[in-house]
């Protein structure tokens, strides 16, 4: 066996590592930079004053605390909602009958929508006057209960949660179904033969095998749902009176509304710091199963 | 697999000679010319509805044939704002744009990036031309500076649909009192008395400020506005309580319904008042509506001088532009007779600054009222947010005002909510 | 008997169940071929009294630029995101050096941080680099901010490929980098069209970067010619959705098509770990 040096390996990290360092990994330690001192982003003065935005963020910032429940909401019924619906829907819409793969596409659709279209889509649904939500409210109560998505601005994330939902779900039911089709088609039949009904099958056979998948997916979600900025800049920019926001959209507004460079930069730095530390709790958790 | 690769390699071997082709320079460099740019808001650069702006283009480039004035948009206004901050973070700013005359503009200007266009106002004596009004509001927001050349003025006031007047007998109003009784005939027989666009704060702010107007008049108003006395102050707390009092005129779930919802209601009768701005009689021509249908009157302040609302819009200059002999030029593009005439006779646009070249016989009723309201001699007043107020405290004014109306909070505590938040970010001058 | 009826009334509910989860997309349709205005007369669900395709000639002929725009980006995007981070996916996946759980660590940072942290200082450096309003630095910033996810759905799959086909294909003689392109790519066939939908989603679907980035008309994707339809206090709903509805078509076309593929791609190995 020769023994030169391949140099492949190398050569081949060269362009990725370069231009993600460049456009990804500077601008974050640039705003880490930034989080360090005091600046309206336009003037040339930069006064560096350490953690203090730091301490005024966690503990003055009234609107960052609320952005962080709110991104704990999201996280949580994120976890719940679009993912125990990808789950049922996976195994519903399984099936190889005729038609389902069209049924599976229709689900799937509203992901590959951009999110200014599911954030119109899902204000017109919602308005109190006009809007198909309410009115069907409106009927099924009898005009007793009216349904204005704004009137408790602590309950708007709720409804921003469940139009993310359903732009996710058709994702989760994809992934799902993936990681049912990895599981040997060998398993299920040996459980089939063993007598096992549909529902024992599918608790005590594929679901077990699917466990990194929906580890997987979990974890997606989970970090994806601490990252959120996109729907809720379009459907409400934080509004009504700044309760819906959440660490990504606070931390934008504070830069390019506020002009509070600093602020802002650091609820970002501190937003990487969860996530970063999150994904290794989970990854050790992860391990620890397996073992 | 091998389809794959090949589709691959085909969209690589189109983009690239393409993409090799997208150079940074626009094509008038490529053919020589000097490039000005000019930014502005989308609602803005569609030069076929914009005949303002596509003259102010001839005539600049008429006076100047080896230049271009590149007209580039960035978006809504939220989003040029945010442009604007990154490029001139960046030194990086277009040579001129436009924007409202306002306190948003502080941030660039404390950090020296606009020009004072003074000098030359003076010295080809727009400040004559132009309406008063806006040079006002320029010497209230910053003193003797002129950091904006004002191309157009807009005034706000209650329009009116003049059918369910008829309908139910009911007169313009000239007092407070006679305006609640109209929302009170028109609340009774089932018409929603004001149609609301809650949603955007700034909409259910100008009842706001209205009442400012009522209730202080106009020296204590204008103290408000600029930070001479403190918000927590019992003319405040009334308006606050008279603009709860105002909201069981609009319609149900007010605060999350937009323009267009307003629309919904308002273009089939089925609302009488929306508080909106001059543009508003163009853009009811443009959804099809007959604007005979629809007056407008100036929010009843029972104060004398009867003040008017209004903002302007105007040219700003980047003070770095590298083309600072071209800017005297490009001034006079925008404030030559020509430019504004051609708007008011292509498109019946009445918003420009230089009304005393529009004929005003021209005119439909409804605009000449408009044209009037502008031309207020008892002067007007500003409004509260963004345009005088920092983006803080415009913040905590939208949702005291929304909860307020909500019942989440008393009038008291909103003022002095507000008043504490002014004292911390430096807002009072005293 | 008990079969048949059995499989009528699942077509029906899913059928239901569909109608009732695509009903926003439904409604769209609606809107887009209202005639101008009538989305104000009637109420906004009310049924098109004069249904008209002229929404859809308008929107095209006011996005037909942007549309191409943002073809060509997705165009030129897709194939170096997918080769640069299948190679480190490669590198760092067949090969272990000192540095490689570093590396590993650093390249899956990416799916981690915010994106608008990168607004401002890649602003600054494609202006440095003269590449402002260029093709170019969109490109080079699409690439760069979606290489780790690719990265780490790509690694994950190649983990998962037996060493034996390898093996035999070094003793042959082959060096890595054919080693890569004639085997290790060919066998990652589904995990690259999964790459290819998420990141032709990614890109197609950006807004705010563009916008930023791009000063030139010329130069500006599909969605932010969507923000044209939206005039001040007059939104222009129906073309809007008009144009919504078409700039969907690329990616529904590429889902549909692909569709098989991508489901196949998530089973074999993307969530394996």
């Given at each position: 066996m020769r023994r030169k040096t391949d140099w492949t390996p190398y050569v081949f990290l060269i362009a990725p590592l370069a231009l993600y360092t460049i456009f990804m990994i500077f601008p974050t330690v640039y705003s880490f930079f930034i989080s360090l001192h005091n600046w309206d982003g336009l003037s040339g003065v930069r006064e560096f004053i350490g953690l203090d935005n730091y301490v005024e963020v966690l503990t003055e910032d009234e609107i960052f605390k609320v952005s962080i429940a709110n991104n704990v909401r999201w996280a949580i019924l994120s976890e719940i909602i679009p993912i125990v619906l990808g789950l049922v829907m996976a195994f519903v819409f399984n099936s190889k009958m005729k038609g389902f793969g069209f049924y599976r596409s229709a689900i799937f659709f509203p992901s590959v929508l951009s999110i200014s279209t599911i954030g119109l889509i899902w204000r017109w649904l919602y308005d109190p006057n006009l809007g198909l939500l309410p009115e069907i409210v409106r009927i099924v109560t009898g005009g007793r209960v009216s349904f204005n998505w704004f009137a408790n601005p602590e309950h708007t994330i709720y409804y921003l949660i469940i139009a993310g939902s359903w732009a996710y779900s058709g994702l989760c039911m994809i992934l799902f179904m993936g990681g049912i089709k990895s599981v040997p088609e060998g398993t299920i039949e040996a459980a089939y033969l063993d007598g096992a009904t549909r529902m024992q099958r599918i608790f005590y056979v594929i679901l077990p095998q699917m466990k990194n998948s929906i580890n997987i997916v979990l974890t997606f979600t989970l970090i994806n749902s601490f990252k959120v900025f996109d729907l809720i800049y379009v459907m409400t920019a934080g509004g009504p009176g700044r309760m819906t926001n959440v660490m990504a959209t606070w931390s934008y507004y504070s830069i390019f509304r506020y002009y509070e460079y600093g602020p802002g930069s650091a609820m970002s730095i501190i937003m990487a710091i969860i996530l970063v530390v999150g994904s290794l709790i989970i990854n050790k958790i992860v391990r620890m199963q397996k073992n | 697999?091998?389809?794959?690769?090949?589709?691959?390699?085909?969209?690589?071997?189109?983009?690239?000679?393409?993409?090799?082709?997208?150079?940074?320079?626009?094509?008038?460099?490529?053919?020589?010319?000097?490039?000005?740019?000019?930014?502005?808001?989308?609602?803005?650069?569609?030069?076929?509805?914009?005949?303002?702006?596509?003259?102010?283009?001839?005539?600049?480039?008429?006076?100047?044939?080896?230049?271009?004035?590149?007209?580039?948009?960035?978006?809504?206004?939220?989003?040029?704002?945010?442009?604007?901050?990154?490029?001139?973070?960046?030194?990086?700013?277009?040579?001129?744009?436009?924007?409202?005359?306002?306190?948003?503009?502080?941030?660039?200007?404390?950090?020296?990036?606009?020009?004072?266009?003074?000098?030359?106002?003076?010295?080809?004596?727009?400040?004559?031309?132009?309406?008063?009004?806006?040079?006002?509001?320029?010497?209230?927001?910053?003193?003797?500076?002129?950091?904006?050349?004002?191309?157009?003025?807009?005034?706000?006031?209650?329009?009116?649909?003049?059918?369910?007047?008829?309908?139910?007998?009911?007169?313009?109003?000239?007092?407070?009192?006679?305006?609640?009784?109209?929302?009170?005939?028109?609340?009774?027989?089932?018409?929603?008395?004001?149609?609301?666009?809650?949603?955007?704060?700034?909409?259910?702010?100008?009842?706001?400020?209205?009442?400012?107007?009522?209730?202080?008049?106009?020296?204590?108003?204008?103290?408000?506005?600029?930070?001479?006395?403190?918000?927590?102050?019992?003319?405040?707390?009334?308006?606050?309580?008279?603009?709860?009092?105002?909201?069981?005129?609009?319609?149900?779930?007010?605060?999350?319904?937009?323009?267009?919802?307003?629309?919904?209601?308002?273009?089939?009768?089925?609302?009488?008042?929306?508080?909106?701005?001059?543009?508003?009689?163009?853009?009811?021509?443009?959804?099809?509506?007959?604007?005979?249908?629809?007056?407008?009157?100036?929010?009843?302040?029972?104060?004398?001088?009867?003040?008017?609302?209004?903002?302007?819009?105007?040219?700003?200059?980047?003070?770095?532009?590298?083309?600072?002999?071209?800017?005297?030029?490009?001034?006079?593009?925008?404030?030559?007779?020509?430019?504004?005439?051609?708007?008011?006779?292509?498109?019946?646009?009445?918003?420009?600054?230089?009304?005393?070249?529009?004929?005003?016989?021209?005119?439909?009723?409804?605009?000449?009222?408009?044209?009037?309201?502008?031309?207020?001699?008892?002067?007007?007043?500003?409004?509260?947010?963004?345009?005088?107020?920092?983006?803080?405290?415009?913040?905590?004014?939208?949702?005291?005002?929304?909860?307020v109306i909500m019942n989440l909070m008393t009038p008291e505590e909103g003022a002095a909510q507000l008043d504490e938040l002014a004292a911390e970010i430096g807002f009072y001058r005293f | 008997m008990n079969h048949k009826i059995k499989r009528t009334i699942i077509y029906i509910v899913a059928s239901i169940y569909i109608i009732i989860w695509l009903l926003p997309i439904f409604y769209l349709f609606i809107v887009a071929v209202k005639p101008a205005n009538e989305f104000y007369m009637n109420g906004m669900f009310a049924w098109p009294e004069n249904p008209t395709l002229g929404n859809f000639v308008i929107a095209w002929n006011t996005i037909k630029s942007y549309f191409w725009n943002s073809l060509f980006l997705v165009a030129v995007s897709l194939p170096f995101i997918i080769l640069l981070s299948t190679m480190a996916a490669y590198s760092l996946s067949r090969f272990s050096f000192k540095a490689s759980v570093f590396i590993i660590g650093y390249l899956m940072l990416g799916m981690l941080l915010p994106q608008h942290i990168t607004l401002l200082p890649n602003y600054m450096t494609l202006k440095a680099a003269d590449l402002l309003n260029t093709r170019l630095g969109m490109v080079l910033v699409y690439i760069s901010l979606n290489i780790s996810f690719t990265f780490f759905l790509t690694r994950g799959h190649f983990l998962g490929i037996s060493r034996e086909i390898e093996e035999a294909a070094k003793i042959d003689g082959c060096p890595s980098y054919m080693i890569f392109f004639r085997i290790i790519l060919p066998l990652s066939a589904p995990i690259i069209i999964v790459s290819i939908v998420m990141n032709f989603m990614n890109v197609w679907n950006d807004l705010v970067l563009a916008i930023t980035y791009a000063t030139d008309d010329a130069k500006l994707p599909v969605n932010a010619g969507l923000l044209r339809f939206v005039e001040q206090y007059a939104q222009n709903y129906e073309r809007m959705t008009a144009g919504i509805l078409i700039a969907i078509l690329p990616l529904s076309i590429i889902f549909i098509a692909l569709q098989k593929y991508f489901v196949a791609g998530m089973s074999e190995g993307a969530l394996k770990g």
């Open positions: - | 697999m091998k389809k794959l690769c090949i589709i691959l390699a085909l969209l690589l071997a189109i983009a690239i000679p393409v993409s090799a082709g997208g150079s940074g320079e626009s094509e008038a460099q490529d053919s020589g010319k000097r490039v000005f740019t000019f930014w502005d808001s989308i609602f803005k650069t569609d030069l076929n509805a914009n005949a303002y702006l596509r003259t102010v283009k001839e005539v600049f480039e008429e006076m100047h044939p080896d230049v271009e004035l590149q007209i580039i948009t960035k978006g809504r206004p939220e989003q040029q704002i945010d442009a604007l901050t990154i490029a001139f973070s960046s030194d990086d700013g277009p040579d001129a744009f436009g924007y409202s005359v306002g306190s948003l503009m502080d941030p660039f200007i404390e950090s020296g990036k606009l020009m004072d266009l003074r000098p030359i106002i003076e010295k080809n004596g727009w400040d004559k031309q132009m309406v008063k009004a806006s040079w006002d509001m320029e010497q209230q927001l910053w003193g003797d500076h002129r950091y904006a050349l004002p191309i157009e003025h807009t005034a706000m006031g209650v329009y009116y649909r003049k059918d369910l007047y008829e309908k139910f007998g009911l007169e313009v109003p000239k007092t407070y009192e006679e305006f609640i009784h109209n929302c009170e005939v028109l609340q009774e027989n089932g018409i929603v008395a004001i149609g609301n666009a809650g949603k955007l704060p700034a909409v259910t702010n100008r009842w706001f400020d209205a009442f400012l107007e009522k209730n202080c008049g106009p020296e204590l108003h204008d103290a408000l506005l600029n930070g001479d006395t403190s918000l927590n102050c019992p003319e405040v707390i009334e308006s606050l309580y008279d603009l709860k009092d105002l909201s069981r005129f609009f319609q149900e779930g007010h605060l999350s319904a937009e323009e267009s919802e307003v629309y919904m209601l308002w273009y089939p009768g089925k609302a009488c008042h929306f508080y909106t701005a001059s543009w508003q009689a163009d853009t009811l021509e443009t959804q099809g509506q007959d604007i005979s249908l629809y007056g407008y009157f100036r929010f009843p302040t029972d104060q004398t001088p009867w003040r008017s609302n209004s903002f302007c819009y105007g040219v700003y200059i980047n003070e770095n532009t590298p083309n600072k002999d071209l800017v005297e030029d490009l001034l006079k593009a925008f404030a030559s007779d020509r430019a504004f005439q051609t708007a008011f006779d292509e498109k019946t646009s009445i918003v420009g600054s230089r009304p005393d070249v529009f004929d005003l016989s021209k005119l439909d009723p409804l605009r000449q009222e408009l044209i009037a309201d502008v031309n207020n001699p008892d002067g007007s007043y500003m409004p509260s947010n963004e345009m005088c107020w920092p983006p803080r405290l415009t913040d905590e004014l939208f949702e005291v005002l929304d909860q | -």
